[in-house]
């Protein structure tokens, strides 16, 4: 059985579309090319679990930076993904990645490992038509602060601080979730099922 999400204000509809959008996402799962690593679904344990702190100075071992190379692999093979957490290819260790897609002018994804958030705006925004890669076609609504602050090492074990608002503020936070175990309908209201042949084909424009 899925564990259920942590979040007592969903109501039986909301429990009803994540269920049935679970069961569709198994059916089209192994759609995912063989030589990337696939995305784990809601109701995996490790989606629930903390992720480990990566040792700075093992950040760029080969083992570190064959996660991350994967992790792209894998984020490029989803062509409405944005990031993805480590967690989500079942790797427990406090590392995402931004698509270079929310980037103008970008040649590569943006990594981020050990991050935190050290500054959050007091403005918050309830986000419209926040999904995930592990609960695949569910979208809802997300209060969110509108701008955050995040330290992080890139993947060259350079530390960094970057301020972010609108779509990255909004990404940061959902990650960073990832990495404490939450996932978006923890904290979501008004799920709704999407088609995903129509998300599919909005995102080949």
Known sequence: ???????????????????????KW???????PKDVLPIV??????????????????????????????????LLTQSDGIGLAAP????????????????????DDVVCINPKIVKFSKEKKWMEGE???SVRWVYGKVER????????????????????GGLLAHIFQHEVDHLDGILFIDRAKELEEADPEAIKKEHKK
Do not use: W
């Open 88 to 107: 989500q290819i079942g790797i427990p260790l406090r590392i995402f990645v931004v698509s270079r897609k929310v980037f103008e002018g970008a040649h």
């Open 145 to 164: 602060s509108t701008k955050v602050t995040l330290r992080a090492y890139d993947e060259k074990g350079n530390l960094f601080e970057r301020g972010a």
């Open 1 to 23: 059985m899925a564990q259920q999400p942590y979040n007592d204000n969903l109501t039986p509809k909301d429990l009803r579309v994540i269920e049935h959008a679970r069961k």
């Open 26 to 32: 198994e059916k089209v799962h192994d759609s995912i």
């Open 131 to 133: 999904g995930c890669l």
């Open 41 to 74: 679904s809601e109701g995996n344990p490790v989606l629930r679990t903390p992720a480990e702190e990566v040792p700075v100075e093992e950040i760029v071992s080969p083992k570190i930076q064959h996660i991350i190379t994967e992790m792209k692999k894998t």
